[in-house]
């Protein structure tokens, strides 16, 4: 069995990427094969390979993707998808798994998932690795039904599923973001607050009761320094980006490499997958590419205004 896949021989930029073709065996108990419909992109994937100090070079060649959506091609003997049952040709939805530029995956049952009708392969393969961090950023501090809480970066992925997530829980979210992104705020239920200059006072002013927590989804000094002015206690400010400073600063920090963030994640998939199922947790999807684009892909991404999520589809390379 064939196998395209993106791998990293090397730390560098997406030029670095190489398309290999491998074998790939049948699945054995405890395994399915699956036909990649889309890839989900994430920054986290080009961070994984990105240079930088304390690279472990042991690592390479290094596989990219950490989620995809398609179809079932094999089940290993008496295996079930995670979510139960499973046989060859339904659609299913993998995270978390580290290969996912491919146009097939072997991976353990225990990350696979049917995917719901509600959303498409490119949307579904784009769910879980935003939507279980921004699960547990909602978790750890605390929010509950009533808060009033502040969310940096809120038009991004993991924004937007915090906001979505948020508006379930009956949480006001303060999401700040540029003026060209407002309504994304507003359509996923947030107030949007325009970052920059006087932000603190624009957030004092949106909320004269104060603040329950702070979210921080982008990692600036400025995301940092008016969490801290508005939220009191420092363990209901989290961040996914902003880790030089946490020890001196006294905040969370979580990201999925964590072993508490990895079991919280793995935890939560079912009831995420259950809410986009009913409608209550949209991916947005900016554009797709050929499989074959994705180093161009990735620049677009680490950009950082793709405008929505990126997804990579195998079979438009034989288009």
């Known amino acids: 069995m064939r196998s395209r896949r993106w791998v990293a021989p090397e730390f560098g930029g997406p030029e670095v990427l190489q398309l290999v073709e491998e074998d790939l065996a049948q699945p054995t108990a405890g395994q399915v094969l699956v036909t990649v419909r889309a890839a989900g992109m994430n920054p986290a994937d080009y961070k994984?390979?990105?240079?930088?100090?304390?690279?472990?070079?042991s690592v390479l060649p290094k596989t990219v993707g950490f989620e995809v959506a398609g179809v079932v091609e094999a089940l290993g003997p008496e295996t079930e998808l995670a979510s139960g049952g499973g046989a060859v040709g339904d659609a299913v939805l993998a995270f978390r798994i580290y290969d996912g530029y491919a146009s097939r995956v072997l991976i353990p049952a225990a990350d696979v998932f049917a995917k719901p009708d509600a959303l498409d392969f490119?949307?579904?393969?784009?769910?879980?690795?935003?939507a279980t961090t921004a699960a547990e950023m909602l978790h750890v501090t605390g929010v509950a039904e009533g808060d009033t809480i502040v969310l940096h970066g809120a038009s991004g992925a993991v924004g937007v599923s915090v906001l979505q997530q948020a508006r379930e829980l009956g949480?006001?979210?303060?999401?700040?973001a540029g003026e060209r992104n407002a309504a994304v705020v507003r359509r996923y239920g947030g107030v949007p607050v325009v970052y920059g200059d006087g932000l603190e006072g624009r957030l004092r002013a949106e909320a004269p009761d104060g603040v329950a927590a702070a979210l921080d989804a982008v990692g600036t000094d400025e995301a940092v320094d008016v969490s801290l002015a508005l939220v009191p206690d420092r363990q209901r400010i989290v961040s996914i980006a902003a880790f030089g400073r946490v020890e001196a600063e006294g905040y969370r920090v979580i990201g999925g490499t964590?072993?508490?963030?990895?079991?919280?994640r793995d935890a939560a998939?079912?009831?995420?997958?259950?809410?986009?199922?009913?409608?209550?947790?949209e991916v947005p999807v900016a554009q797709t590419f050929p499989l074959s684009e994705a180093p161009r892909a990735l620049d677009l991404l680490a950009g950082g205004h793709p405008g929505g999520k990126l997804a990579l589809l195998p079979q438009a390379d034989d288009l």
């Open 48 to 57: 994984g390979f990105a240079p930088g100090p304390g690279k472990d070079a």
């Open 122 to 130: 490119p949307a579904a393969a784009n769910l879980l690795l935003a």
């Open 171 to 176: 949480v006001r979210v303060l999401g700040t």
């Open 258 to 264: 964590m072993p508490d963030s990895a079991r919280f």
């Open 269 to 281: 998939r079912s009831r995420l997958i259950d809410l986009a199922a009913r409608g209550r947790l």
